[in-house]
């Protein structure tokens, strides 16, 4: 199966630049979208006859916000985990394995929201690692840390600013420990290589100077099933781009 993750930095404006091309030429089964500042009431576009669509809207209009695609139904299907959440997350059930899409809270100018994002951080880790000791787990999002210094190109690595600092990264890693173990799927299958997933406008993407944001998170125990990952950047609206894993699983 394919699954496609994207940051599509509000949703409308993704569509009217193409959305719909980009779900026909990638053809994922299952996607996860973050950042689509929309309520049910918003969506006067036609999707796709062939996804089933799940919208969790944050309470503030035009803000946050994600939802999920599937072209089969879920066993069970779960938004947020606390009032708190505020529309950034979403469990999914099948028979073979769960899927958490996370859409991971930024901590912030002067880091003013650091102890947010950490508490949001300990209770994924807390639920992802009980889920792991039931079946296998795909975690999907745009987590807003960027693990390595090899994951920038740009000098923010010198000042630390928020998604770069040692707390943040201690925190990512923190998540890849709990349970029986998980594994940042393209840095472990491309140690070396350079890609990234969020481009701040036009230009820094014309000079490949990004960060990477956006992360597959699995089972360790589901390495093994993996294909391959990799950076939709030809497919860019948002200053996102979508980030595809495929995968050899049951559903």
Request: net charge positive; hydrophobic share 35%; glycine share 6%.
């Amino acid at each position: 199966m394919r699954i496609l993750t994207y940051n599509v930095n509000g949703l409308r404006s993704t569509f009217d630049k193409g959305f719909n091309k980009i779900i026909n030429q990638l053809d994922p089964d299952l996607v996860f979208l973050q950042e689509t500042r929309m309520k049910e009431k918003d969506l006067k576009f036609r999707w796709d006859s062939s996804y089933l669509l799940y919208l969790n809207a944050a309470t503030q209009a035009g803000y946050s916000g994600t939802a999920f695609l599937t072209k089969k139904e879920p066993i069970g299907i779960k938004f947020n985990f606390a009032d708190e959440d505020d529309g950034r997350s979403i469990f999914v059930e099948y028979k073979g394995f769960y899927l958490v899409g996370i859409y991971s809270p930024n901590s912030g100018v002067s880091l003013v929201k650091l102890a947010n994002r950490l508490l949001f951080d300990s209770a994924i880790q807390k639920i992802v690692g009980a889920m792991d000791e039931k079946k296998p787990v795909i975690l999907c999002g745009d987590l807003n840390v960027v693990a390595n210094d090899i994951d920038s190109r740009n000098d923010q690595k010198r000042t630390r600013p928020p998604g770069f600092t040692e707390v943040e990264r201690y925190s990512f890693a923190k998540l890849l420990t709990s349970g029986e173990g998980f594994v940042d799927v393209f840095r472990e299958k491309y140690p070396t290589l350079i890609e990234y997933s969020f481009y701040k406008n036009r230009i820094a993407k014309l000079n490949n100077s990004g960060i990477r944001l956006d992360y597959f998170i699995v089972s360790r125990r589901l390495m093994r099933h993996v294909r391959d990952v990799w950076h939709c950047k030809e497919y860019s609206p948002s200053d996102h781009v979508p980030v595809c894993m495929d995968i050899k699983l049951k559903w």
